[in-house]
């Protein structure tokens, strides 16, 4: 028993003697408050504590409730393949089709309608090359310089030369050879200014038509206006 209660049931009894003294009435009364007031505390303390487990409990429950079903569901749902959108298997038809036209027809030789579906479908790179060369000076010129690059994709074909200190100025011819034999669109021309630059850039993409397919192990050769070669330079794959 708690001492308030052991203390009220002792007064208690005292009281009960047939003549109640003034100080066993105080004593009672005191006894009472704290009886009341520990009673108080202790409701306060733990009747709090016991809403807030009730409605943990409640929220749990009900949280229960709502995943379980989900839960069976999930676990009991037939298992589905998944589905294939018709775009995608057309989208593959026409990737089959674009590199096969592409490796038929060559490099560069893809018309704008199939290059702009290379580009959309993400193709425009598969078959993509690179060669460079530096090219080193000749007797006849021998403080130019220069470099020359090729690069084949499926959806372009482009050939760049670059010419640096040249002692001529004016047009220059490019000729490329392929074991010892000049290839299809060779020469082409590349203008040298009165500083000795010059830059040629030819892109099919641009629109251009004379773009020499160049490969690795390509000669690459620079002349000037007399024929003279003043830069040579052998391809390599980049």
Same mark, same amino acid.
């Given at each position: ?16 003697? &047939?003549?109640?003294? #003034? ?6 009364? $005191? %006894?009472?408050? /704290?009886?009341?007031? =520990? !009673? ?40 589905? &393949?998944?589905?294939? #959108? ?6 593959? $038809? %026409?990737?089959? /089709?674009?590199?096969? =036209? !592409? ?52 959806d372009r074909t482009r050939f ?79």
């Open positions: 028993m708690a001492p308030a209660n052991e203390l009220e049931a002792a007064l208690e009894g005292r009281s009960a003697a &047939p003549k109640r003294d #003034p100080e066993t009435v105080a004593l009672i009364s $005191a %006894a009472r408050a /704290l009886r009341d007031a =520990a !009673a108080a505390d202790r409701a306060m303390l733990f009747g709090g504590e016991d809403r807030a487990l009730l409605r943990l409990r409640s929220t749990l429950r009900a949280q229960r409730t709502n995943i379980t079903p989900i839960h069976t569901r999930m676990r009991t749902a037939p298992h589905r &393949p998944l589905f294939r #959108p018709a775009f995608a298997r057309v989208a593959m $038809a %026409a990737a089959v /089709l674009i590199v096969g =036209a !592409a490796l038929v027809a060559g490099p560069g030789s893809l018309g704008d309608p199939m290059r702009a579906a290379a580009r959309t479908l993400g193709l425009s790179g598969v078959t993509s090359t690179k060669v460079e060369a530096p090219m080193g000076a000749s007797t006849v010129d021998p403080l130019a310089s220069g470099k020359a690059k090729g690069e084949q994709r499926t760049a030369v670059e010419v640096e200190d040249a002692s001529t100025s004016g047009p220059h011819s490019v000729r490329i050879t392929r074991g010892g034999v000049e290839i299809a669109l060779s020469p082409v021309t590349v203008d040298v200014n009165a500083l000795g630059f010059g830059e040629l850039d030819l892109n099919t993409i641009d629109g251009a038509t004379n773009v020499p397919v160049a490969l690795a192990g390509d000669l690459v050769e620079v002349m000037n206006p007399n024929g003279d070669v003043i830069l040579s330079g052998t391809l390599q794959a980049k």
